[in-house]
């Protein structure tokens, strides 16, 4: 069965600085898609990444990135130029290519970014 | 376009009685999931559909929740009797082609607390 770690908690960082996101899972699937979800405390799960396992090069949008290392089965978040608004829990989830299967989450880590 | 949407936002109801939650996914959308948020965790699937058709309801507490896609458009999970363990977010999600990794677009859940 697949599952999906996140090793931390909660993380802070100072506006405007850059923070990175841990996840590992495991899977003996090779077609697989990864992605990073943002809850705020209005509930809302807002995809901010995905990542398709057979592609290399890591995905990007706007201030955040992944390093995506396929060997090590991790998929790490990284947010530059934090914002306040980038304050929220985030979790990191896996789904296996097949028509079946379902997102898989993993606990979360909660981010503040302070003033 | 719309996006998911869900009611009722919150529900307070006593143990042992029933509650039923509703889900309009977005247009078009053949899958729909419904996931279950306990406090501090991820997202736990509890049932999805293609169409009107289930096709993993393998971790859906089948003594006491239920749910339905009638006409392979809205959804309802009810939940009879409720436990205190029901406690949690429920959350709908619907997504395009989730075999080609799109990603899954989110309601922002019921709120539901057992007293």
């Known amino acids: 069965a697949q599952t999906v770690t996140q090793s931390q908690p909660e993380m802070s960082v100072q506006e405007a600085e850059t923070v990175t996101l841990s996840c590992t899972y495991d899977t003996s699937e090779n077609n697989y898609y990864l992605f990073w979800y943002k809850q705020p405390p209005s509930r809302q799960m807002i995809l901010v990444i995905r990542q398709e396992a057979y592609k290399q090069q890591n995905a990007t949008e706007n201030r955040f990135s992944v390093n995506f290392q396929k060997a090590a089965k991790s998929f790490s978040l990284k947010i530059s130029d934090s914002q306040l608004g980038d304050t929220a829990m985030y979790f990191c989830a896996f789904r296996h290519g097949g028509s079946q299967g379902n997102l898989i989450f993993g606990k979360g880590t909660k981010l503040s970014v302070k003033p | 376009e719309a996006g998911v949407a869900q009611s009722p936002r919150y529900k307070i109801i006593e143990k042992r009685q029933s509650v039923a939650f509703w889900c309009n996914p977005i247009?078009?959308?053949?899958?729909l999931y419904w996931y279950q948020q306990i406090l501090g965790q991820g997202p736990k699937l509890l049932i999805q559909f293609q169409n009107n058709g289930v096709v993993d309801d393998s971790q859906l507490p089948k003594d006491r929740f239920s749910a339905e896609r009638l006409k392979g458009v809205d959804s309802t999970l009810k939940i009879q009797p409720a436990k205190l363990e029901d406690s949690a977010v429920y959350l709908c999600?619907?997504?395009?082609?989730?075999?080609?990794?799109?990603?899954?677009?989110f309601g922002s859940g019921t709120r539901l607390t057992v007293v």
């Open positions: 247009s078009g959308h053949a899958t």
């Open positions: 999600a619907s997504s395009l082609e989730p075999r080609l990794g799109y990603g899954y677009t």
